[in-house]
């Protein structure tokens, strides 16, 4: 199934915002087409998300 980043950050990864989600949303998409199957591709996407947010700071930003 081919993913946006608003469709899959709705579905996979409530967490995910602007970038990350769609990085996510790619590498999902691009994993199936390449034959991977979907939950597998699911979870790598978000492991790679949930590392995106972490690394740019704004999952875990501290408010002032």
Do not use: C
Request: aromatic residues 4%.
């Amino acid at each position: 199934m081919p993913w946006d980043a608003r469709s899959f950050a709705s579905k996979h990864n409530h967490k995910l915002k602007g970038p990350a989600a769609e990085k996510a949303a790619a590498q999902a998409t691009a994993m199936v087409k390449a034959g991977v199957p979907e939950g597998e591709a699911i979870a790598t996407a978000n492991k790679t998300g949930d590392r995106a947010m972490r690394k740019s700071g704004s999952l875990y930003s501290r408010k002032p």
